[in-house]
């Protein structure tokens, strides 16, 4: 490894080194425009503008920018230095500019203007950095987004920074939580927009997947981005994926609370029968150790049996806090752990099934699973445990296909009968596997705060309340019913997007952070960032202790409070890091009864965040922080400060990923000042618990440690960071598994906004409507019709029914047959288009004709513009039913994967395999729902009785036809009318869309009308 590292250290200096030239280059021609006057510095800008705005080809563009780099980094340092000893207001308070940009600032601009990852330890100013990429890139006219982590840096980056492109005569924005779109819009219309990632995520789907109209729509393209803190959004925010939702249509609320006196039931019968467990192991390590100080002869038996004990009461109750006291002595933990390794040694884990089944659920704490056993099934239902198990439904269904019965409607109706209960049934266990999950994983006060008769859920990271945020699947309304508050209404995805392929629509991506490098390979794979190491500009002094470790909580926090205590008597800031807003209000009592002053910083307070920050480096200041919560925000050392040793930063736990605690230490340190950090570690954290290897409880049992003893030793800071590197492997493949699912998504997302868009921005929906009604009659006539056979043998009837329902042309089936057999005998020319046969053809143009002329009879007796508009909305309102209804059906289909995931199958493969099969039937769905509703809107309710009198089908006798009369439409305006025939459509199209054409083949031109083939189109 040390070889690879060698090589690739030096290949970051050589790239280093080859950037110094262009910084001599850029302090010579600053030194020059040190002699400017204002104006005429800023000048260079509208310059520049004008002549960027004129070039459009990419290529000749960035070489633009390349030419002109040095000149105008040397603008911005020249700005900088001008601005010195100005007061700058900065979220309402005066900050001094005194800054100027040092050489490993421009170099590290140079890299983030080259896309590149600038890894630049923590206080070393990246925010003054970004300002000469992002400059450069303005002066384009196609707007920089620079992303942040919290609104609260955006508002401090934009002011701060502000200065400089103002002076400049730029204009800055920023989009924060609750803008009106209007506002948005002007944001984004700045050459500058700051903002954090949700902001942006958030106005891309609500720009394309749901604004009705060009002016509905707030950003302008994804031209250059550089995100700040790039590894806490491009990675561990990527974990969750952007989600706008809305009340579910199909929702099964009821079931939770409906189970929840069941589930408490289960849960206490399993506490006691953990308990009994606990009383035998306990036992059991009486008889292991005898009194007398014999040795048993059995030991080794002994351990076994006390080591599947205690495992039974983890997967029972994982957080059972009698469980913990027994492994607070590391023997027992030893034995556990020892006992869990050989069950999972074995391939089919049959003993691991077995020991399972001693219970009445089993968790799993790692995955986050629940699964109800055997035992806890007849517990639940004593006559009928099987009313909790999934049958094999495609067996079953199979099953009657081959059966007895020949009556086919029968068939139909069994198999009716089966998906539904079977649906129930999944249904039922779903909502107690998620009651089980909330009950046995969720912590009050750890992972969820109840506030005001609702549950609002902790940030993981930075220990924030994320208000309007819930757990998916039920998981939400679960927590609700455990904790006999309001249940609310399920909601349902209409739009979502993964952070990771939001920021892959940017034409140019970089990114800044002080922590970048354990993550490189991820930041390569998934976005094609590469990590570029900037030297500091001065060294960095900050001293880091050993972690200490002790055996219990208890005692770990005895000695983090002496350590407090210690150092604030000496005049020392103390920043204490904690990794929930329990352990932080904990913290906070044990300082009180200390009589030791001092400010809390998390979920509950975080409006008066910036204030308290800025006092955090105060002498003998104490400010107790949730892990994340300062990420970003800058100390300042007060007076006198830096002679006593500057700031200590205290880590109460150590956080899963490496990199949260090196944004912990990197509070202190900053810019050269003095400073120092200390992990305290518990063999009770969950780190320690769930990933903490064999050795560290080894090394403490050969110790034997005293009560309040400390453990330091250089060995276990390798264990934890191995620890720490498990979990971090563990959510890089989660990770990477919810891209992969995405992928498939983002594929079918691309064309729908593609199509949305396109209908959006034409100037002339009107024809592209009637080709969809072409292209949909097509499909009904290859339905119904057949290019070979008999005109006899053509199901006319069924085709004229069709026609008529939709459109109100009252076509007797009569001149369908005239049009196929005037068709038959006198061929037009390009007819066998699109293998229609001849007669197939003049059909589909008889049929697309009369709607034609029944359509232009309709515009007739509109108002033209309105009529636009009302077109518009036909098209966008069934696209947008229809997909969210995809979206769901795609949520059902990856959880009934999961469902179904066990097997020699890829579960992956096979939801490939089945999104594309409904994402096909999706396509045409929407056109056939087009043309239902095309003559069923109408911009003003006379211009439709006006229309229906006049329509052809008043004059014919048929009893198909849809149109009996006026729409149950009372308003006048177009919209109303509008969504009427849409809750007529939903009438109709209920529940699951249904495929009605037949399949599209690979070669035929795709269904959504691109003109390319199938297969390189849609369906690739
Ligand atoms: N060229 C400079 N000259 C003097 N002071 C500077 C200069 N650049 C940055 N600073 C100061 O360094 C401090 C840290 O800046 P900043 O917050 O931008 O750091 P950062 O790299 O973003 O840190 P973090 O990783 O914590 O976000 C600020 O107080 C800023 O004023
Ligand atoms: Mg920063």
């Known amino acids: 490894m040390n070889w690879f590292k060698a090589l690739f250290g030096s290949k970051n200096d050589r790239d280093v080194k080859k950037i110094r030239p262009v910084v001599a280059r850029i302090n010579e021609i600053e030194l020059g425009l040190q002699k400017l006057s204002d104006d005429e510095l800023r000048a260079k800008t509208a310059a520049w503008k004008e002549e960027l705005s004129k070039i459009e080809d990419k290529a000749a563009l960035a070489a633009k920018l390349e030419e002109i780099l040095p000149e105008a980094f040397a603008v911005v340092k020249n700005t900088c230095r001008r601005l010195c000893g100005q007061d700058v207001i900065v979220r309402e308070r005066p900050l001094r500019w005194e800054m100027v940009p040092f050489d490993v600032q421009l170099i590290g601009g140079y890299s983030l203007h080259h896309g590149h990852i600038a890894e630049m330890a923590t206080g070393e100013g990246k925010t003054l950095v970004s300002t000469m990429p992002v400059y450069l890139n303005a002066i384009t006219g196609r707007g920089v987004h620079v992303v942040t982590v919290n609104d609260y840096l955006a508002a401090r980056d934009a002011e701060w920074m502000g200065a400089v492109y103002k002076f400049l005569g730029l204009t800055v924005g920023v989009i924060l939580h609750d803008q009106p779109p209007k506002v948005r819009r002007e944001q984004y219309q700045c050459d500058i927009t700051y903002g954090t990632n949700s902001e942006f995520g958030f106005d891309y789907l609500?720009?394309?997947?749901?604004?009705?109209?060009?002016?509905?729509?707030?950003?302008?393209?994804?031209?250059?981005?550089?995100?700040?803190?790039?590894?806490?959004?491009?990675?561990?925010?990527?974990?969750?994926?952007?989600?706008?939702?809305?009340?579910?249509?199909?929702?099964?609320?009821?079931?939770?609370?409906?189970?929840?006196?069941?589930?408490?039931?289960?849960?206490?019968?399993?506490?006691?029968?953990?308990?009994?467990?606990?009383?035998?192991?306990?036992?059991?390590?009486?008889?292991?150790?005898?009194?007398?100080?014999?040795?048993?002869?059995?030991?080794?038996?002994?351990?076994?049996?006390?080591?599947?004990?205690?495992?039974?009461?983890?997967?029972?109750?994982?957080?059972?806090?009698?469980?913990?006291?027994?492994?607070?002595?590391?023997?027992?933990?030893?034995?556990?752990?020892?006992?869990?390794?050989?069950?999972?040694?074995?391939?089919?884990?049959?003993?691991?099934?077995?020991?399972?089944?001693?219970?009445?659920?089993?968790?799993?704490?790692?995955?986050?699973?629940?699964?109800?056993?055997?035992?806890?099934?007849?517990?639940?239902?004593?006559?009928?445990?099987?009313?909790?198990?999934?049958?094999?439904?495609?067996?079953?269904?199979?099953?009657?296909?081959?059966?007895?019965?020949?009556?086919?409607?029968?068939?139909?109706?069994?198999?009716?009968?089966?998906?539904?209960?079977?649906?129930?049934?999944?249904?039922?266990?779903?909502?107690?596997?998620?009651?089980?999950?909330?009950?046995?994983?969720?912590?009050?006060?750890?992972?969820?705060?109840?506030?005001?008769?609702?549950?609002?859920?902790?940030?993981?990271?930075?220990?924030?309340?994320?208000?309007?945020?819930?757990?998916?699947?039920?998981?939400?309304?679960?927590?609700?019913?455990?904790?006999?508050?309001?249940?609310?209404?399920?909601?349902?995805?209409?739009?979502?997007?993964?952070?990771?392929?939001?920021?892959?629509?940017?034409?140019?991506?970089?990114?800044?952070?002080?922590?970048?490098?354990?993550?490189?390979?991820?930041?390569?794979?998934?976005?094609?960032?590469?990590?570029?190491?900037?030297?500091?500009?001065?060294?960095?002094?900050?001293?880091?202790?050993?972690?200490?470790?002790?055996?219990?909580?208890?005692?770990?926090?005895?000695?983090?409070?002496?350590?407090?205590?210690?150092?604030?008597?000496?005049?020392?800031?103390?920043?204490?890091?904690?990794?929930?807003?329990?352990?932080?209000?904990?913290?906070?009592?044990?300082?009180?009864?200390?009589?030791?002053?001092?400010?809390?910083?998390?979920?509950?307070?975080?409006?008066?965040?910036?204030?308290?920050?800025?006092?955090?480096?105060?002498?003998?200041?104490?400010?107790?922080?949730?892990?994340?919560?300062?990420?970003?925000?800058?100390?300042?050392?007060?007076?006198?400060?830096?002679?006593?040793?500057?700031?200590?930063?205290?880590?109460?736990?150590?956080?899963?990923?490496?990199?949260?605690?090196?944004?912990?230490?990197?509070?202190?340190?900053?810019?050269?000042?003095?400073?120092?950090?200390?992990?305290?570690?518990?063999?009770?954290?969950?780190?320690?618990?769930?990933?903490?290897?064999?050795?560290?409880?080894?090394?403490?049992?050969?110790?034997?440690?005293?009560?309040?003893?400390?453990?330091?030793?250089?060995?276990?800071?390798?264990?934890?960071?191995?620890?720490?590197?498990?979990?971090?492997?563990?959510?890089?493949?989660?990770?990477?598994?919810?891209?992969?699912?995405?992928?498939?998504?983002?594929?079918?997302?691309?064309?729908?906004?593609?199509?949305?868009?396109?209908?959006?921005?034409?100037?002339?929906?009107?024809?592209?409507?009637?080709?969809?009604?072409?292209?949909v009659v097509m499909l009904k006539i290859e339905e119904f019709t057949a290019a070979e056979t008999d005109l006899a043998e053509w199901r006319v009837r069924s085709l004229a029914d069709w026609v008529n329902l939709n459109f109100p042309l009252g076509l007797p089936e009569a001149e369908i047959i005239k049009a196929a057999q005037s068709g038959k005998e006198n061929p037009v020319e390009g007819s066998l288009f699109d293998g229609l046969s001849e007669a197939q053809f003049a059909v589909c143009n008889f049929i697309t004709d009369s709607i034609r002329k029944a359509y232009e009879l309709k515009v007739s007796f509109e108002e033209p513009d309105k009529l636009a508009t009302v077109e518009r909305y036909t098209i966008l309102q069934a696209i947008d039913k229809l997909w969210q209804e995809h979206l769901y059906e795609m949520d059902s289909l990856r959880h009934s994967i999961g469902l179904r995931a066990h097997g020699q199958r890829d579960p992956l493969l096979e939801y490939k395999a089945e999104a594309f099969k409904i994402f096909d039937e999706l396509m045409v769905n929407v056109k056939t729902e087009i043309c239902h509703n095309v003559f069923r809107s109408a911009s003003s309710l006379l211009a439709f009785e006006n229309f229906l009198r006049n329509a052809p089908q008043q004059t014919l006798h048929t009893n198909t036809s849809a149109f009996g009369g006026a729409p149950a439409a009372d308003g006048k305006k177009a919209s109303d009318v509008v969504s009427q025939a849409a809750d007529a459509a939903e009438a109709q199209a209920k529940a699951k869309p249904v495929r009605t054409g037949p399949k599209v083949g690979r070669n035929d031109p795709c269904p959504c009308g691109s003109g390319k083939k199938y297969k390189q189109c849609c369906g690739k």
């Open 206 to 775: 609500r720009d394309n997947g749901m604004a009705l109209r060009k002016e509905e729509q707030v950003q302008r393209g994804h031209y250059f981005a550089i995100v700040d803190e790039v590894d806490s959004i491009l990675i561990d925010e990527a974990r969750t994926p952007l989600i706008i939702s809305g009340p579910a249509v199909h929702t099964f609320d009821e079931q939770y609370a409906q189970w929840k006196p069941t589930v408490d039931g289960l849960v206490r019968a399993q506490q006691q029968l953990c308990n009994r467990f606990l009383k035998e192991a306990e036992e059991l390590i009486k008889k292991l150790h005898p009194i007398d100080g014999t040795q048993v002869k059995n030991a080794e038996e002994l351990e076994k049996q006390i080591g599947l004990l205690l495992f039974r009461v983890k997967t029972g109750q994982p957080r059972s806090e009698a469980l913990m006291k027994i492994l607070e002595i590391p023997e027992n933990a030893g034995m556990m752990n020892r006992a869990e390794l050989e069950l999972h040694k074995d391939q089919k884990k049959v003993d691991l099934y077995r020991e399972k089944e001693e219970l009445l659920f089993a968790m799993d704490e790692k995955s986050h699973e629940a699964d109800l056993t055997e035992k806890g099934r007849t517990f639940i239902s004593p006559q009928d445990p099987d009313a909790f198990v999934l049958p094999d439904l495609n067996t079953m269904l199979h099953d009657v296909d081959v059966g007895p019965e020949t009556d086919a409607r029968k068939r139909l109706e069994t198999k009716a009968k089966m998906q539904s209960d079977f649906e129930g049934k999944a249904q039922k266990i779903h909502a107690i596997s998620q009651l089980l999950k909330a009950y046995s994983l969720y912590q009050l006060d750890v992972e969820y705060v109840v506030q005001d008769n609702k549950v609002l859920i902790v940030d993981q990271h930075t220990g924030r309340l994320m208000p309007g945020r819930r757990w998916s699947d039920g998981l939400h309304q679960a927590v609700e019913a455990k904790e006999g508050v309001a249940i609310e209404r399920e909601t349902q995805t209409l739009a979502t997007i993964t952070i990771q392929n939001y920021f892959r629509l940017y034409q140019k991506l970089a990114g800044m952070t002080g922590t970048a490098e354990t993550e490189a390979s991820e930041f390569f794979d998934i976005y094609k960032l590469g990590v570029m190491t900037i030297p500091t500009n001065k060294p960095n002094i900050r001293k880091d202790s050993d972690d200490s470790v002790y055996k219990t909580r208890r005692e770990k926090f005895n000695a983090v409070v002496s350590e407090i205590k210690a150092l604030h008597l000496q005049g020392r800031p103390v920043l204490v890091g904690t990794i929930s807003v329990e352990t932080s209000e904990m913290l906070s009592r044990a300082l009180k009864k200390e009589g030791l002053i001092h400010s809390v910083l998390n979920a509950k307070y975080h409006q008066q965040e910036a204030e308290i920050v800025a006092r955090a480096g105060q002498r003998g200041a104490i400010t107790i922080a949730t892990n994340m919560a300062g990420r970003g925000t800058d100390i300042k050392l007060g007076e006198g400060v830096p002679q006593v040793g500057g700031l200590h930063v205290l880590g109460t736990e150590r956080h899963e990923s490496r990199r949260i605690d090196r944004q912990l230490r990197g509070r202190c340190s900053r810019q050269g000042d003095p400073g120092s950090s200390h992990f305290f570690i518990s063999l009770e954290d969950d780190l320690m618990r769930l990933f903490g290897s064999d050795r560290i409880v080894k090394l403490m049992e050969r110790m034997g440690l005293e009560e309040g003893e400390e453990l330091k030793h250089g060995l276990l800071n390798r264990s934890i960071q191995q620890a720490q590197k498990r979990v971090e492997a563990h959510n890089f493949q989660q990770r990477k598994r919810t891209l992969e699912y995405d992928d498939v998504m983002n594929k079918q997302r691309e064309v729908i906004y593609g199509f949305r868009n396109e209908i959006i921005n034409s100037d002339d929906v009107r024809d592209r409507l009637m080709d969809i009604i072409e292209e």
